[in-house]
């Protein structure tokens, strides 16, 4: 489902500040694979999303989604393959419509624009069904601003948002960093549903180690723009956060020293 190959990508290229962010990344998806992310500061990890959305364009190298090279797409031509949650909860949706209306915003994107108006019934009826299963009372609030939501509960409608179209890829760019640990797991617990209902071909960057285990078929590590670890299923279960830290170690040859990540063991 996604192939990313040999890719590069420097910012600030032949300036002091110049920073090597990608540094001939390869990576293969199966259709299906839910791959959770995790490495230090400026490892990559964001870059590598970034790349895939096509928010700017890479260097050198290929990026392959389903069998198509978008690599030289812009960002708004890829939206159609791919669903995305941000860490700001305050993304992703517009504060100031309600709930049903950035639902239908998103269950409408890629079809052909017309003049009927609002909201139908059926609609509505729809995305009631599909709230109430989240546990979260949004289904009795369809009309009211997505701006007076908590931020676990806009992060629901962003997650729902993101996946209502089944994406040909999930993105999701440390999607509950910014949220309490119990709207956290609550918001973990709809993505590996979601995830796991559409059989969603998945990246998901995270800063706890402890999530990054648990959650997913496979795992990755990232390290100066590159790939220094990969394990998957069984293997991958029964890690330890003492096995990353010590892998961590191995493959890159320096100590993990981010204090989010160490916190979250």
Same mark, same amino acid.
């Given at each position: 489902?996604?192939?990313?190959?040999?890719?590069?990508? &420097?910012?600030?290229?032949?300036?002091?500040?110049?920073?090597?962010?990608?540094?001939?990344?390869?990576?293969?998806?199966?259709?299906?694979?839910?791959?959770?992310?995790?490495?230090?500061?400026?490892?990559?990890? !964001? &870059?590598?999303?970034?790349?895939?959305?096509?928010?700017w364009p890479v260097d050198r190298g290929q990026i392959i989604i389903n069998g198509k090279d978008v690599s030289a797409l812009p960002e708004h031509k890829r939206a159609?393959? /791919?669903? %995305?949650?941000?860490?700001?909860?305050?993304?992703?949706?517009?504060?100031? #419509?309600?709930? +049903?209306?950035?639902?239908?915003?998103?269950? %409408?994107?890629?079809?052909?624009?017309? /003049?009927?108006?609002?909201? &139908?019934?059926?609609?509505?009826?729809?995305?009631?069904?599909?709230?109430?299963?989240?546990?979260?009372?949004?289904?009795?609030?369809?009309?009211?601003?997505?701006? /007076?939501? !908590?931020?676990?509960?806009?992060?629901?409608?962003?997650?729902?948002?993101?996946?209502?179209?089944?994406?040909?890829?999930?993105? /999701?760019?440390?999607?509950?960093?910014?949220?309490?640990?119990?709207?956290?797991?609550?918001?973990?617990?709809?993505? +590996?549903?979601?995830?796991?209902?559409?059989?969603?071909?998945?990246?998901?960057?995270?800063?706890? #180690?402890? +999530?990054?285990?648990?959650?997913?078929?496979?795992?990755? #590590? #990232?390290n100066n723009g590159k790939i220094i670890y990969d394990e998957a299923d069984e293997a991958k279960m029964n890690l330890k956060t003492s096995d990353l830290l010590k892998k961590f170690s191995e493959a890159s040859g320096e100590e993990l020293d981010n204090d989010r990540i160490l916190l979250s063991k």
């Amino acid at each position: 489902m996604l192939e990313i190959k040999n890719v590069y990508k &420097t910012f600030n290229a032949g300036t002091v500040n110049e920073k090597v962010a990608l540094n001939g990344l390869n990576l293969t998806l199966n259709e299906g694979d839910f791959c959770t992310v995790i490495g230090g500061n400026g490892a990559g990890k !964001s &870059t590598m999303l970034n790349a895939i959305a096509g928010v700017w364009p890479v260097d050198r190298g290929q990026i392959i989604i389903n069998g198509k090279d978008v690599s030289a797409l812009p960002e708004h031509k890829r939206a159609p393959f /791919l669903g %995305r949650v941000f860490q700001d909860p305050m993304m992703g949706t517009v504060a100031n #419509m309600s709930i +049903d209306e950035n639902l239908a915003i998103a269950a %409408r994107r890629g079809k052909r624009k017309t /003049l009927a108006w609002g909201v &139908t019934k059926n609609e509505r009826n729809l995305y009631r069904e599909m709230l109430a299963e989240f546990g979260l009372g949004l289904e009795d609030r369809l009309s009211s601003k997505v701006g /007076l939501l !908590s931020g676990g509960q806009r992060q629901a409608i962003t997650l729902l948002m993101a996946t209502i179209k089944k994406p040909q890829l999930l993105l /999701l760019d440390e999607h509950t960093a910014a949220l309490d640990p119990k709207t956290a797991a609550k918001v973990l617990e709809l993505s +590996d549903k979601i995830i796991g209902e559409h059989k969603l071909t998945t990246l998901m960057i995270t800063h706890n #180690m402890h +999530d990054a285990i648990v959650h997913g078929n496979r795992l990755i #590590m #990232m390290n100066n723009g590159k790939i220094i670890y990969d394990e998957a299923d069984e293997a991958k279960m029964n890690l330890k956060t003492s096995d990353l830290l010590k892998k961590f170690s191995e493959a890159s040859g320096e100590e993990l020293d981010n204090d989010r990540i160490l916190l979250s063991k």
